[in-house]
């Protein structure tokens, strides 16, 4: 079955500061990973997705996600934060893409951006 | 602004009543979804339609009973709630259920609790 961890409950990072959010997997086949946002009172939000092609994938608000094969990881970066990007983090992996039913998502990564 | 409108933002209703959470996307996705979420952690899937037709049911209690009247409208009818109900009801699209990695889109959600 497929899965995805996020090892990071938080994660605090200052104002300006380079941010990333871990994400690791577990899959057969190819992998079809994702990064969605929650705000507070919020539904998800898509960020970017990989697929196939190039391992940087750049996404919504600046994020950006690379995805390494090797130590199956798609790491969330921004290289410089905004106390806007405060914010719950989920790290998910389509199960299934041929049939294609399912979202799985990480536990969640809470991010806070001090100012 | 969300391109899935979920109505009412918040319920609250008695164990005895019955009431009705709707959802509405006029994006032209044949894929819907349930999820429920409690605080802090990531969306539990309840239910997939696609193509008006159930597809999944995630093993929910009969309490819960989900209609897809129409391509764009989704319904979750509640009945004889328990307070462990008490979450955010989440309803996604994406524009299918297969195919190459496509995005769910969100509502805001509806807050329920159950007294």
């Known amino acids: 079955a497929q899965s995805v961890a996020q090892p990071e409950d938080q994660v605090n990072v200052a104002e300006g500061n380079p941010l990333t959010v871990k994400c690791t997997y577990s899959?057969?086949?190819?992998?079809?990973l994702f990064w969605y946002v929650q705000y507070p009172n919020r539904g998800l939000q898509f960020l970017l997705k990989?697929?196939?092609?190039?391992?940087l994938v750049k996404g919504s608000y600046g994020f950006e996600a690379e995805f390494n094969k090797s130590q199956t990881s798609f790491h969330l970066k921004k290289p410089s934060a905004l106390v806007s990007d405060s914010a719950l983090y989920f790290c998910?992996?389509?199960?299934?893409?041929?049939?294609?039913?399912?979202?799985?998502f990480g536990a969640g990564t809470r991010l806070f951006v001090k100012a | 602004d969300t391109e899935v409108t979920q109505t009412p933002k918040h319920l609250v209703m008695g164990m005895t009543n019955k009431k009705s959470l709707k959802c509405e996307q006029h994006m032209g996705h044949r894929a819907m979804y349930w999820y429920k979420q409690k605080a802090k952690k990531p969306p539990e899937l309840m239910f997939v339609y696609s193509y008006e037709k159930l597809s999944i049911n995630e093993s929910v209690p009969s309490r819960f009973s989900p209609e897809c009247p129409n391509s764009s409208l989704l319904n979750l009818h509640l009945h004889a709630l328990q307070p462990e109900d008490s979450a955010l009801y989440l309803c996604?699209?994406?524009?299918?259920?297969?195919?190459?990695?496509?995005?769910?889109?969100f509502g805001d959600g509806t807050r329920l609790s159950i007294l």
């Open positions: 990989y697929i196939t092609g190039d391992n």
């Open positions: 998910a992996v389509r199960d299934n893409p041929t049939g294609g039913f399912k979202t799985i």
């Open positions: 899959v057969s086949g190819n992998p079809y």
């Open positions: 996604a699209s994406s524009q299918t259920t297969g195919g190459s990695g496509q995005p769910q889109h």
